[in-house]
């Protein structure tokens, strides 16, 4: 569900544009995670890694601590300037970063406040160039509360997991060096048990190849698109799998997102059946 006025006890689209983050923020530490290729928090090919090509390794992204000021320095930049890495500030939790002001600054809807809803976590996204977060999904309700820039989503439904290639993986730990040099060193031993996302690579994080040719099970599945712009909200209920992609927009130049979480008493049979 696209809800249209959830963000009117927010601050003004202004005061979250580069400048008066800046101002406002500047000096606060933020942790950015990396990414080679704009995807973050997935599955990499097990080549990468020495082992056999049908093998996968789950990657989490290395990060970088800097001031935020920094941060929106380097988006700033023109594109051929900036780093060839891509830098985004994603769960960017309000209690541990950006202080009391930025709470203040996106409240809780009343709505949600007064749903019986137990509030979990509030996050802080910012990217400055296109972003894709894998196909994957929580065990938490979601608002998502679009500010700056857009977002595309693809979501399926909690009973399409037996069709979305979910799969055990052993871990890997990428290293990083500002500017843009990445290792991959071995991976985890022991069983490939970490199944955080899907290996499904939908059509717009694809290259263009049709993502059934791999996975002909997804063609049992039932995807959904959402587009969102500023000041739309989508309540994304907990088990939905969805791969986000998140661009800038041309006028600020940055994305510019806020989620609420909230705990999921729903329990849900077919995770541990499949998983």
Same mark, same amino acid.
């Given at each position: 569900?696209?809800?249209?006025?959830?963000?009117?006890?927010?601050?003004?689209?202004?005061?979250?544009?580069?400048?008066?983050?800046?101002?406002?923020?500047?000096?606060?530490?933020?942790?950015?995670?990396?990414?080679?290729?704009?995807?973050?928090?997935?599955?990499?090919?097990?080549?990468?890694?020495?082992?056999?090509?049908?093998?996968?390794?789950?990657?989490?992204?290395?990060?970088?601590? %800097?001031? !935020?000021?920094?941060?929106? =320095? $380097?988006?700033? *930049?023109?594109? /051929?300037? +900036?780093?060839?890495?891509? @830098?985004?500030?994603?769960?960017?939790?309000?209690?541990?970063?950006?202080?009391?002001?930025?709470?203040?600054?996106?409240?809780?809807?009343?709505?949600?406040?007064?749903?019986?809803?137990?509030?979990?976590?509030?996050?802080?996204?910012?990217?400055?160039?296109?972003?894709?977060?894998?196909?994957?999904?929580?065990?938490?309700?979601?608002?998502?509360?679009?500010?700056?820039?857009?977002?595309? %989503?693809? !979501?399926?439904?909690?009973? =399409? $997991?037996?069709? *979305?290639?979910? /799969?055990? +993986?052993?871990?890997?730990? @990428?290293?990083?060096?500002?500017?843009?040099?990445?290792?991959?060193?071995?991976?985890?031993?022991?069983?490939?048990?970490?199944?955080?996302?899907?290996?499904?690579?939908?059509?717009?994080?694809?290259?263009?190849?049709?993502?059934?040719?791999?996975?002909?099970?997804?063609?049992?599945?039932?995807?959904?698109?959402?587009?969102?712009?500023?000041?739309?909200?989508?309540?994304?209920?907990?088990?939905?799998?969805?791969?986000?992609?998140?661009?800038?927009?041309?006028?600020?130049?940055?994305?510019?997102?806020?989620?609420?979480?909230?705990?999921?008493?729903?329990?849900?049979?077919?995770?541990?059946?499949?998983?």
């Amino acid at each position: 569900v696209i809800i249209k006025n959830f963000q009117e006890q927010f601050a003004a689209k202004e005061e979250f544009g580069p400048e008066k983050l800046r101002e406002r923020f500047g000096d606060y530490l933020v942790h950015a995670s990396v990414s080679e290729t704009g995807r973050f928090d997935g599955p990499e090919d097990g080549e990468l890694w020495g082992l056999p090509p049908d093998e996968e390794v789950l990657v989490r992204p290395p990060g970088a601590a %800097l001031r !935020l000021r920094t941060f929106l =320095d $380097l988006a700033a *930049l023109p594109p /051929r300037r +900036r780093p060839r890495e891509t @830098l985004y500030l994603e769960y960017l939790a309000l209690h541990q970063y950006l202080g009391p002001e930025m709470s203040a600054m996106v409240p809780q809807p009343d709505q949600a406040a007064e749903s019986g809803m137990e509030h979990y976590l509030t996050n802080f996204w910012i990217g400055f160039t296109e972003t894709t977060s894998p196909l994957h999904y929580d065990d938490y309700e979601n608002l998502l509360c679009q500010i700056h820039g857009r977002k595309e %989503l693809v !979501l399926f439904p909690p009973d =399409d $997991l037996p069709h *979305l290639a979910y /799969r055990g +993986r052993r871990k890997g730990r @990428l290293a990083y060096a500002f500017p843009g040099r990445f290792e991959r060193g071995a991976p985890e031993e022991g069983a490939a048990s970490v199944v955080f996302g899907s290996s499904v690579r939908l059509e717009h994080d694809s290259g263009g190849a049709d993502p059934s040719v791999r996975h002909p099970a997804l063609l049992q599945a039932t995807p959904y698109k959402a587009v969102l712009g500023p000041g739309d909200t989508l309540y994304l209920p907990s088990y939905w799998h969805h791969e986000v992609t998140s661009t800038p927009d041309e006028e600020s130049e940055i994305n510019v997102a806020v989620n609420f979480w909230y705990r999921n008493e729903t329990y849900f049979e077919q995770e541990e059946q499949y998983l």
